[in-house]
């Protein structure tokens, strides 16, 4: 580290990949053919991980809130989002699509919410097969994980890499529903808070960023919000936390000892702050750091 260290927490998230213009195109006109929408955030970071322009695009549609990723966010928070969504007048539903908990609601949601636009062609005459749901959601935010889960299937690529589903397809959901997968989509523009929420969480590629850079942030916001946890993870000692958290630049102290905890060296017996740095966003992505919700009511 050298002089700059100070500037570690201010980042410049500025872009818009083409492909997601393009996406974002395509999901304009194939909302023509749809009845709900099912957003899919991420339940640790449910504002940040919602794209504002599905707000914009889907206004019309009757729309579910899924929170995925349920099981690596705070049990409490989770309740508490759900009544969020609640009062906004949005289904909103707990899911962990590794497992399976709540996914099976889903479908039951959908149709209670298509009940009564069922009901009114019934009296026209008008026999309607199926309910067709679009899957809208940012990159990494378990989308193909959700649907192979939902569908009881594993047809769909499956990564941890955003962006890895690219085409379109049709699943078949029981005998009434259909869904419409789409490619994970960002919005052109976010604000710094915003955009390393998304570095944390993984929705933005680690090749974009400064790993060290975000991992210094999610470090230092850890320690604010939920020291226990790192100090439990890392076999921090309060003699250790004491002496780092009294340095003025204390997210880098825990760096340090983390990096000598977990062994990642360099010659000269330096701290490989990369390495450590995967550690870090590696632990908290996978829930080893805890359930930890970064927004929270």
């Known amino acids: 580290m050298n002089n700059n260290d100070e500037n570690m927490s201010k980042m410049n998230i500025n872009w818009y990949p083409g492909h997601m213009a393009k996406t974002k195109r395509q ?22 991980s919602r794209n504002p322009d599905f707000d914009i695009i889907a206004k019309n549609k009757k729309r579910i809130v899924i929170l995925n990723k349920s099981d690596l966010a705070s049990d409490v928070e ?3 989002w759900i009544e969020y969504f609640k009062e906004k007048g949005i289904v909103a539903i707990v899911v962990d699509s590794n497992s399976g908990k709540g996914v099976d609601k889903v479908p039951k949601e959908i149709e209670k919410i298509m009940n009564e636009d069922i009901s009114k062609i019934k009296e026209k005459g008008i026999i309607r097969k199926t ?21 009881k299937k594993a047809t769909m690529k499956v990564g941890n890499r955003p962006g890895v589903t690219r085409q379109k397809q049709w699943i078949r959901i029981g005998n009434q529903i259909e869904l419409l997968d789409t490619p994970g989509v960002l919005w052109p523009k976010f604000d710094e808070d ?17 790993k060290v850079d975000v991992a210094y942030n999610l470090i230092k916001e850890l320690i604010d919000t939920n020291k226990e946890n790192i100090k439990s993870r890392y076999n921090i000692t309060d003699e250790e936390y004491n002496s780092c958290i009294k340095e003025e630049n204390y997210a880098l102290e825990f760096m340090f000892l983390i990096g000598r905890k977990r062994g990642a060296l360099i010659s000269g017996g330096e701290i490989d702050l990369e390495r450590t740095a995967g550690i870090i966003l590696d632990d908290f992505r996978s829930g080893k750091t805890g359930k930890i919700t970064l927004e929270m009511l």
């Not at 929408?37 to 991420?42: A, G």
């Not at 915003?194 to 400064?210: C, E, N, R």
């Open 27 to 48: 999901i304009i006109d194939d909302l023509k053919l749809i009845d709900v929408v099912i957003e899919l955030l991420d339940a640790r970071i449910p504002i940040a």
């Open 194 to 210: 915003v955009g390393l929420k998304l570095a944390y969480t993984g929705s933005i590629k680690d090749d974009i960023l400064d």
């Open 131 to 151: 309910i067709r749901v679009m899957i809208l959601g940012i990159p990494n935010v378990g989308k193909s994980s959700f649907i192979n889960r939902i569908s």
């Open 78 to 80: 989770n309740k508490k």
